[in-house]
């Protein structure tokens, strides 16, 4: 049986300006910088620089204006009609300069020959069969940027069937391969760790320690990984010394010989500073990039022909139509503007609690002086929501006397001590590392042990919570952290 009834529901919903409002905090500068110069593109109601004379459109015109019973589809606008086709805009007449305080530089873009194009070239000063210049080249190809061969030979060659309709066999491949694994860089080519070392090896001037170091990586390459050195030292009949020289020469090998070229050819991603925090005469200074805040006002030219148009006695449809389309972008520029004002503040705001909350690191520097700190206790104190926070921290980075950081780094956990205080796991962390740094590298300490120490130093954690912390250090256990 159906039935209607009455439900009164009370629900927030975000307004389509809030939402660009907070892409706009999200943005850091250089993305920032992106979207305002696409917004002064597509609306030239919005212009660069100050206005000495800013009025206020609203109060000269309204929607009013139009007449009660007249409606205008957006879609019909006619443009043309009343704006002139040979005027020039003024957005498009505004450079976008920073102020001379501003460090603006100009970031060149990488050029260079490819890591394909470096080894063809070596490739052209060896003597070869076109069919096996071409399987060379086609290897070649095959090359990833860290220098391996990772397909099988087997793959390979119904590629060459299929792709260069160059039929052979895999000893063919085996011996062109052998061809490919002499060009530079020492290793390129390999298809795996243990034939990278071991042709780095044998390009090298033979002494007794490189023979050793190929024997090792050639016979016992599984005990050399897991670095079983008193297996090695029976196995190969050697003294320790003898061991820590040869595991010296391997340690000097490059695993990724591909990468010496390819990283030079590799866009570098510069990281712009949102903020900077300076200490001056004892006391945080801190200051926001000023390319966040551009000057802006809207178009004077287009708030006079709104002011023209309340003036004028008779209104056409075409008039109409043209003004609603000015007073939509002048409602657009003047919302971009507030909208600009809203992030920089908010971004002040967010990073100026921060700073507070975490006087006492940007003082010192110590990471161990860091306090805990989520996201709820920054809105808390500044009256703003999490999600608001997050999106700050996530993606600004702050210039400080210690280097450029980026803001989430300052967050982190918290857990009791001993002595019942709240105490960071960022601080635990660096007195994890450092207890590593400074243990016997012959008897490395398991992670037992490690947390045995940091109990004994006042932060009761458990082996597994150890073993968590050691691994987001990227640090590896302690069997693999041995040396001889």
Known sequence: MLKQYLQFK???????????LMKLIQLPTQAFEQRLKQELEENPALERGKDKETDDFDDAFSDQDFGDNEHIEANDI???EYLSDDEIPAYRLHANNYSADDDSKTIPYAAGTSFTQQLTDQLNTFRLKDDDYQI??????????????????????????FTQNIYTDIETIEKVLKVVQQLDPAGVGARDLQECLLIQ???KVQTPNTELAAAMIENAFEQFTKKHYQKLLKKFDITEIQLKDAVLEIERLNPKPGSSFSNNLRSIEHVVPDFTIKIVEGKLELTLNGRNAPELHVSKSYNEMLLGYKASKEKSKAQKEAVLFIKQKLDAAKWFIDAIRQRQQTLLLTMSAIMHYQKAYFLSGDEEQLRPMILKDIADEIE??????SRVANSKYVDTPYGTKLIKEFFSESMTNDQ??????REIKSILKTVISEEDKKKPLTDEKLAKILKEKGYPIARRTVAKYREQLDLPVARLRKEI
């Not at 009370?10 to 660009?20: D, G, H, R």
């Not at 086609?138 to 397909?151: E, K, P």
């Not at 703003?384 to 926070?389: P, Y």
């Not at 019942?420 to 796991?425: A, H, P, Q, R």
């Open 201 to 203: 090896l044998q390009r």
């Open 136 to 161: 060379a080249k086609f290897l070649i190809g095959s090359i990833d940027d860290s220098g391996y061969i990772r397909r099988p030979l087997l793959d390979l060659m119904d590629d060459l069937a």
């Open 384 to 389: 703003m929501d999490v999600s608001t926070i």
């Open 78 to 80: 006619n443009v043309d």
């Open 10 to 20: 009370l629900s927030q919903k975000l307004s389509p300006q809030q939402i660009q």
């Open 420 to 425: 019942g205080e709240e105490v960071s796991t």
